[in-house]
């Protein structure tokens, strides 16, 4: 029988794009890896992302997935094929322990420093586990969570979803100052809102769900609370829909 934490993180690899494109993009735009070089995934969830990485490192570099949720871990080791062990590997666990795993020229972290309580911890083991002018790349939660991700959260568990969650955000200056506190000097940030598009909103939900870690399902929300949240929105139902994100980019450096 498959548990219930299985069916959240099917769900997630699932309906993840909009993550994975994010991701994909702030790869390409700031982190930039080259071929031989030692990158850490900093919440590396299901491991898509981890193996772009390993597609850009090659056969010659090294990728280190490290995320602390183990159904996430075991579905992203599901993913490696003959010979990928050399080049990939994946730990339950935080940056503290992939620290000996180090150290890395870059770590990239892609929508998950909001999910974590304690950022200057976490920046300087971060900084820690880089080699001299080795960078860090992230992407995380602007200065407020998702509207619609909010809403249907406080419909269905009556909670604000940044307190229940354990959510941490901030605007721009906040994360420019857990860079430089840390040690980093910030070469680049960035807070924009992005308008990612889900197929309808019973996907979103999926994704909601699997984010909460199953806090909110899908079965807490009666119809009129769905229904008002498509009148809210201006969506149309089974209709594909657009959602606002605010989010902070930045590539921070370690000095030599």
């Not at 498959?2 to 994975?20: G, I, L, P, V, W």
């Not at 940044?162 to 980093?184: H, K, S």
């Amino acid at each position: 029988m498959t548990s219930f934490a299985d069916q959240t993180e099917a769900a997630y690899d699932k309906h993840s794009d909009m993550q994975f494109q994010h991701g994909l993009k702030l790869m390409d735009d700031l982190l930039k890896p080259q071929c031989d070089e030692c990158v850490l995934d900093l919440g590396c969830a299901t491991g898509q992302l981890t193996m772009e990485l390993y597609e850009r490192v090659g056969a010659q570099g090294r990728v280190v997935g490290v995320d602390p949720n183990k159904e996430r871990i075991r579905t992203a080791q599901s993913k490696l094929k003959e010979g990928m062990q050399k080049t990939i590997t994946f730990v339950g666990g935080t940056c503290g322990d992939a620290v000996l795993l180090g150290p890395f020229d870059a770590v990239f972290s892609n929508y998950v420093l909001h999910w974590i309580r304690d950022h200057p911890t976490t920046f300087k083991q971060v900084h820690d586990c880089l080699k001299p002018s080795g960078h860090f790349v992230f992407l995380t939660g602007g200065s407020t969570s998702p509207p619609l991700f909010r809403d249907a959260f406080a419909l269905a568990t009556g909670q604000d979803c940044d307190t229940a969650l354990g959510i941490n955000l901030g605007p721009v200056d906040y994360w420019e100052m857990q860079c430089l506190r840390a040690g980093f000097s910030v070469e680049f940030s960035e807070e924009v809102v992005l308008y990612p598009t889900f197929p309808s909103i019973e996907a979103f939900f999926a994704v909601l769900m699997a984010l909460s870690s199953g806090m909110f399902k899908p079965s807490m929300l009666k119809e009129k609370d769905v229904e008002e949240l498509l009148t809210r929105y201006g969506y149309r139902p089974d209709a594909e829909i657009a959602i606002e994100v605010p989010v902070v980019r930045v590539l921070a450096r370690k000095p030599q």
